[in-house]
């Protein structure tokens, strides 16, 4: 059983990793910019632009919960050092030292699973997401398997506390998915899923083939960051194209019987933005445009070009060869990541939203470790 001036020891050094990455992590900063989107909050004109009091609103509750999550664990570690304090020079009951030590073993679990964000350095790693994914080479196979990834990550920012908004979804012919794109918003949303970008392969018996045969099917999981455009950042009219549509639906009132849908394609990078989400064409065209910034500056940045001139997009198929990771459901089950080289064989977990050990995995090998 453990000592009450070990856990106060033990305790005291916890403190002290929380506070330093607390401050590593430039939460100080995360508190003046939460009193600023506070006070805009409470502005009497708020909801006067309601696009703008949405996205103050998301941005204020995603802050605050990151900001919470933090101060909790700092103050449940030093109420445990406060406690076990005042049985230093008593004669505490084991079963009251044995409680403080496991609660400070749980505390230091959950702090060593949030040191990931420690890791998360690059310059949008901080920001929200915007993630598409895209049916590749096998059919209505692959269209499932698009489908499938859709709710690994619904249910991955779910359990994360993120707030999730669906863009645009083109459904398949039969089954499944053609692409969907989701807004994926809280603090360091594109830190965690910037580890997915790439082709998914997944090899199974298909459910679609009579003869229920062994399919391989490939999905591209394309992820930018929701970046704070800078006003520079000015796109030429002509060099857009827009076409308007009749958004999808799946019939009865959630069908929207006007041209409200809206594709922009930047005509000189040839990257394209489809938005159906909105109930207005004005709507869907102002969201296109921040998806289409935000890709476009990912894209500069991506390049080392400071002007849109001379970028260009980038066209990756999803296809043998390309994957960054392997999914197998037969004739065994296995998911590796191949850049990592982390794999496991609860393939069922990973495809229910268990993506933590293959973000931290990738994570470090991008730095070494």
Same mark, same amino acid.
């Given at each position: 059983?453990? !000592? ?13 990793? *929380? ?18 989107? !506070? ?19 998301? /941005? ?19 109420? *445990? ?46 920001? %929200? ?17 698009? /489908? ?15 707030? +999730? ?7 398949? /012919?039969?089954?499944? #998915? ?5 807004? *994926? ?10 580890? !997915? ?8 018996? &298909? ?16 992820? =930018?960051?929701? =970046? ?6 000015? =796109? ?10 009749? &958004? ?23 990257? +394209? ?8 064409? #004005? ?10 910034? &935000?890709?476009? @500056? @990912? ?17 990756? %198929?999803? /296809? ?42 990738? #994570? ?6």
């Amino acid at each position: 059983m453990p !000592e009450a001036s070990d856990i106060v020891k033990q305790g005291k050094q916890l403190q002290g990793h *929380i506070e330093a990455a607390m401050e590593q992590l430039g939460l100080p900063g995360e508190r003046q910019k939460l009193a600023e989107l !506070e006070e805009a909050a409470g502005a009497s004109d708020l909801w006067d632009e309601p696009d703008k009091a949405t996205a103050i609103t998301k /941005e204020l509750a995603g802050l605050k919960k990151h900001l919470d999550e933090w101060d909790n664990l700092l103050a449940e570690v030093s109420d *445990i050092v406060e406690l076990a304090q005042l049985h230093v020079d008593e004669a505490a009951q084991d079963d009251q030292l044995g409680e403080l030590a496991s609660h400070l073993e749980r505390l230091q679990a959950s702090f060593d699973t949030k040191q990931t964000e420690l890791m998360l350095a690059g310059p949008y790693d901080k920001d %929200s997401a915007i993630l598409s994914i895209y049916a590749g080479t096998g059919g209505t196979d692959a269209q499932d398997w698009a /489908e499938m990834l859709e709710r690994m990550y619904l249910r991955w920012a779910e359990k994360a506390g993120f707030g +999730v908004q669906i863009l645009d979804r083109s459904a398949g /012919e039969e089954a499944g #998915l053609k692409s969907v794109t989701m807004e *994926i918003n809280g603090p360091m949303a594109f830190g965690y899923l910037r580890s !997915e970008k790439g082709v998914h392969r997944l090899v199974r018996l &298909s459910p679609f083939n009579s003869d229920n045969l062994r399919q391989t099917s490939f999905a591209l999981v394309d992820v =930018i960051p929701q =970046i704070d455009l800078p006003e520079e950042l000015e =796109i030429d009219p002509k060099d857009l194209r827009i076409d308007v549509y009749r &958004s999808g639906g799946h019939g009865g009132q959630s069908v929207n019987t006007t041209d409200s849908a809206v594709r922009i394609t930047h005509t000189p990078t040839g990257l +394209v933005v489809a938005i159906q989400n909105e109930r207005s064409q #004005l709507q869907n065209k102002e969201k296109a445009m921040v998806v289409l910034k &935000s890709r476009l @500056a @990912a894209l500069m940045a991506e390049q080392h070009q400071d002007k849109l001139d001379g970028i260009r997009g980038q066209v990756q %198929s999803a /296809e043998w060869g390309r994957q960054i990771r392997s999914y197998v459901l037969h004739p065994y089950t296995k998911v590796k990541d191949l850049r990592s080289g982390y794999e496991t064989s609860d393939a069922g977990s990973v495809l229910d939203g268990k993506l933590e050990p293959f973000i931290e995995a990738y #994570l470090k090998s991008q730095i070494g470790e």
